[in-house]
């Protein structure tokens, strides 16, 4: 089982990440299980109407998500299966709104085998997480302040551990303006009890994020600029590797354009105000790392539409990851303020 243990640390959190990966642990709370904003592209950050959008920016909790429920579920990369419960409840109008969320992710299966390649017998591994969330409007003005307190759990056959961490977040939004903006910063945390006897640090993650709503138009974009922690997000592919006549070997340059545009994700959404929506998103990141080198994977691109009817909401999402597999994201929002269906 040692030999087997870096194999399984590898698979478990590295999954969700290329080239810059395995560096953090509990990256699974940096996939987005919002079929709304897996849409947009997987990381906008100022959706005002789904309950699940605390999970990513505290500052969204508001009163207008009161006996709010909503259930999500992932069909994720290699049969790894996602999901998420959140709900919200407005205390009362002094207090303002509580927000309770549940993520949970399956590795699936595996078969265990000791240093010699004896197979032992299957075993599991799964990460969860427990978020508590409150937003609260500064008085006078149109900006909320919200945090996040989680709790983080990891299983891997017998090897568990446990963490805590933090969101921060700030948003700008009014019903008159069409336009809204936020800053967030989401992990901060600490690995109270490591699998070994080494720490790792938690997936932390600073970005910021706005929308805009045409006027004329029934469309409004989003944009989102994430891992502002970390400028280089790029790695030279092998792959994109030059030889001349001489056999010299030029490796790829990463321009600064190149390790911009990584940091971008772009959204948008046709009748926001309806009760049918179109989206749409590009993730610029994933289209770069996912990319092959003579093959059109169309990695990056993501869509979906959302319908409402009566108190339930569908959202679904389409996520383009590889011409070998891509994700299925469905969200069911439920308004237990209304009676009947």
Sequence with gaps: MKILL???LFIGFNITTAQVGGEKIYNFLNITTSAYQAALGGEALTINDDVNQPLWNPATISKFMDNQVSVSYVNYLTDVNMGSATFAHLINRRF??????IQYINYGDFIGADEDGVETGNFSARDLALSIGYAYNIPWSDFYIGTNVKFLSSKIENYT???????????????FRPYSFTAVIRNIGYQISPFDEKREDIAFDIAVGASYKLEDVPLKWYLTISNLQQWNLAVANP???QTDLEGNTTTEDISFFTNAMRHVVIGGEFFPDKKF??????????????????????AGISAGFGLKMGRLKLDYAFTK??????????????DLTRNGF
């Design 321 to 334: 990851y590889h011409p070998a597999d891509n994700t299925s994201t469905f969200t069911l929002h439920i």
């Design 6 to 8: 870096p194999i399984l």
């Design 239 to 241: 792959s994109n590797n």
């Design 96 to 101: 303002g709104t509580l927000h309770g969320g």
């Design 161 to 175: 551990s446990q963490g805590a961490a933090l969101d921060f977040g700030i948003y700008y939004f009014s019903e």
């Design 277 to 298: 929506n179109i989206r749409f998103g590009y993730n610029f990141r994933r289209a770069a790392e996912l990319k092959l080198t003579e093959t059109r994977t169309f």
